[in-house]
């Protein structure tokens, strides 16, 4: 009788066991089964096949570098140092909201011809080469942000980028868009600008190209003007 009964507690016992066994692999099943499809509506938001530009290569150029210090203003803020800024600005901007490749001239201080800028720029067979510099003049009293072009096909490109520009609310003058005889626009096989956005010798304007907001928004303007430009 006592054998009796511990053999039908020893079956009570597995049976407890192999149902347990069998309701957590079931638990199991449905978490992974869960997760997954939580992945599957995740994945989507992440993918970048929904933006624009892809497929576009643009070549960013921040003017001076390295030896080439370019002008320097009279807080002494040296040129070279933030055009690179203004550049990085606007490759973080172009990565977050399109596909298009963007190649920088330089991204770090280095020295670069105005030959192997072209050559980058004509290497990539880029869609697009925008160079970004401040101006200067041996008095203080000029300021002003300025757009160049050199082949009239850009021209429309240059005015797109800077009326982009000048829709910011700011306290600065307009000296327009004009034509350039510059080498990395006369050479540049590319639809390609130059702009000067702004007077490093004149107090004001270097107070204002080095504001969190005048790059903020003048970045988002003109990747703003990139992606119209190249959505066409």
Do not use: C, W
């Not at 002008?71 to 990085?88: R, V, W, Y």
């Not at 200067?136 to 002003?144: N, P």
Request: proline letters at 1%.
């Amino acid at each position: 009788m006592k054998i009796k009964r511990m053999m039908r507690k020893t079956i009570f016992i597995s049976f407890i066991a192999i149902a347990e066994l069998f309701f957590y692999k079931m638990f199991l099943k449905v978490e992974v089964t869960d997760l997954t499809s939580k992945e599957a509506i995740i994945n989507p938001t992440i993918e970048k096949s929904d933006l624009i530009l892809e497929g576009k290569k643009i070549v960013l150029d921040a003017g001076h570098g390295g030896r080439d210090i370019g002008a320097t203003g009279q807080s002494g803020l040296e040129e070279k140092e933030i055009t690179l800024h203004t550049i990085q600005n606007i490759e973080k901007l172009l990565l977050e909201k399109t596909r298009a490749e963007v190649i920088l001239t330089r991204d770090e201080d280095e020295s670069l011809s105005l030959a192997e800028r072209t050559k980058i720029s004509n290497d990539h067979n880029a869609d697009l080469f925008i160079s970004v510099h401040y101006d200067a003049f041996e008095t203080s009293d000029v300021s002003g942000i300025t757009t160049y072009y050199s082949e009239d096909k850009d021209q429309q490109l240059a005015n797109l980028i800077h009326g982009k520009i000048f829709k910011q609310n700011m306290e600065v003058r307009d000296r327009g868009v004009s034509y350039g005889d510059y080498h990395v626009l006369r050479e540049n096989e590319s639809p390609s600008i130059l702009l000067e956005l702004g007077f490093i010798s004149n107090k004001e304007d270097e107070q204002r190209m080095q504001s969190q907001e005048f790059q903020t928004n003048t970045s988002n303007l003109i990747a703003e003007g990139i992606i119209e430009y190249l959505s066409k």
